[in-house]
């Protein structure tokens, strides 16, 4: 009798052993899906992904025969493009713009190539009515930065805005 107790014993602990190894292998299935749903979920298709482009703006000057093209894109108040100066006569120069908009205040460092020596200069603007003023002031010693406070743009050369898809041409 103590032999077959003991029988039943066991197989209520096999039993037992049984159901928890169910019960453990449900619940991990159960993780599994969720992890794989949320990760079905978490995942974006390229088709999906909108990318606005930022919009460029184009400006020109002309005096005389000297000409300035300036192209730029204005990312949340960082400005990037390029600028030209097609000058007569005299040595031109070209580069990349890079720089922050501050209210109607554009400061952008030219860095620009002329007679094959890399430069950089600073620039400012003014944006009103559309066009762009030339800031004009005092550089320091190095002739790259204005000098605090010696901007004006009262006396400032005017860039006209103009279309951006023959600018490169230009």
Same mark, same amino acid.
């Given at each position: #009798?103590?032999?077959?107790?003991?029988?039943?014993? #066991?197989?209520?602990?096999?039993?037992?052993?049984?159901?928890?190894?169910?019960?453990?292998?449900?619940?991990?299935?159960? &993780?599994?899906?969720?992890?794989?749903?949320?990760?079905?979920?978490?995942?974006?298709?390229?088709? /999906?992904?909108?990318?606005?482009?930022?919009?460029?703006?184009?400006? #020109?000057?002309?005096?005389?025969?000297?000409?300035?093209?300036?192209? #730029?894109?204005?990312?949340?108040?960082?400005?990037?493009?390029?600028?030209?100066?097609?000058?007569?006569?005299?040595? +031109?120069?070209?580069?990349?713009?890079?720089?922050?908009?501050?209210? /109607?205040?554009?400061?952008?460092?030219?860095?620009?190539?002329?007679?094959?020596?890399? +430069?950089?200069?600073?620039?400012?603007?003014?944006?009103?009515?559309?066009?762009?003023?030339?800031?004009?002031?005092?550089?320091?010693?190095?002739?790259?930065?204005? &000098?605090?406070?010696?901007? &004006?743009?009262?006396?400032?050369?005017?860039?006209?805005?103009? /279309?951006?898809? /023959?600018?490169?041409?230009?």
């Amino acid at each position: #009798m103590y032999l077959c107790l003991k029988y039943f014993e #066991m197989k209520k602990y096999i039993f037992l052993a049984c159901i928890s190894w169910l019960f453990i292998a449900c619940e991990k299935k159960n &993780k599994t899906d969720n992890i794989l749903a949320k990760k079905e979920a978490a995942t974006v298709n390229e088709s /999906d992904i909108v990318i606005e482009e930022i919009p460029e703006e184009c400006y #020109m000057r002309v005096n005389g025969k000297d000409t300035l093209f300036l192209k #730029m894109s204005d990312n949340l108040g960082t400005i990037t493009g390029t600028m030209n100066y097609k000058n007569f006569q005299k040595d +031109s120069s070209s580069g990349d713009i890079v720089g922050i908009a501050d209210g /109607d205040t554009i400061r952008i460092d030219y860095n620009f190539v002329a007679e094959g020596t890399q +430069s950089t200069r600073e620039i400012w603007f003014l944006k009103k009515d559309g066009k762009l003023i030339e800031g004009i002031g005092e550089y320091d010693e190095t002739g790259e930065r204005f &000098k605090n406070n010696s901007v &004006k743009f009262t006396d400032g050369q005017i860039l006209q805005p103009t /279309d951006c898809k /023959d600018f490169d041409k230009k």
